[in-house]
């Protein structure tokens, strides 16, 4: 089975800080990652996704992460965060083939990031 | 962006009663799916829908739930009989082409507390 761990449940950082998010993965088999955000009162909008290539995959606000085999690993990074970022973050992973109740989106717990000036 | 749409927000409800959860997917969209979130925990997949049937279940999808889409726009999700452990946030999501590589979009959730 495939789990996802978020070890770090909250990050308070100051504005303009480099932040990073952390998390691994557990899987057998290959697996699409992803990274999701919940800002207040929205719904998980996809952040970034690695779905093959590049290990290193980039969203339209700056965020990166970087898919590590070895580690089994897939970090959120950013170098300098905005008040904006305060937000929840979801890693999750999906078999890359699938079936039966092993096909939907596994997330990991969540990581609270409270942005301060 | 096109949104996911859930009714309500908030729902409070006896335990024993049953809920009706609503979500409005994305038009084109051909999958749906419901997620919950208890407090603390992570997000858990309960079920998946195409094409006016069950696709896939988790365990936790007993019973006491089903799913639907009563007309060509809403989808959802019932407690039959709501018990205190069924309070969480319930997330609907939909999708184009339900592959794995593709992106989920979510409504905002409904709040389920169950007294």
């Known amino acids: 089975a495939q789990s996802v761990t978020q070890l770090d449940s909250q990050v308070p950082v100051f504005e303009e800080a480099p932040v990073e998010l952390r998390c691994n993965y557990s899987s057998s088999v290959s697996v699409y990652l992803f990274w999701y955000v919940q800002y207040p009162n929205q719904g998980l909008q996809l952040l970034l996704k690695?779905?093959?290539?590049?290990?290193l995959v980039e969203s339209i606000n700056g965020f990166e992460a970087e898919f590590n085999k070895s580690q089994t690993s897939f970090h959120l990074r950013k170098p300098s965060v905005h008040i904006s970022d305060t937000a929840e973050y979801f890693c999750a992973v999906r078999l890359q083939n699938y079936g039966g109740s092993q096909g939907n989106l596994i997330f990991g717990k969540g990581t609270k990031l409270s942005v301060k000036p | 962006e096109p949104e996911v749409t859930q009714t309500p927000s908030h729902q409070v409800t006896q335990m024993g009663q049953e809920v009706i959860l609503r979500c409005v997917p994305i038009?084109?969209?051909?999958?749906f799916y419901w997620y919950r979130q208890i407090l603390g925990q992570k997000v858990e997949f309960l079920v998946s829908f195409y094409n006016n049937e069950i696709s896939e279940k988790s365990e936790i999808f007993d019973d006491q739930f089903s799913v639907e889409r009563p007309d060509g726009s809403n989808f959802t999700l019932k407690i039959r009989s709501t018990k205190l452990e069924d309070s969480a946030m319930y997330f609907c999501a939909s999708s184009e082409a339900g592959l794995p590589s593709e992106k989920l979009f979510f409504g905002s959730g409904t709040q389920l507390s169950v007294l």
């Open positions: 038009s084109n969209h051909l999958y």
């Open positions: 690695y779905l093959s290539g590049s290990t």
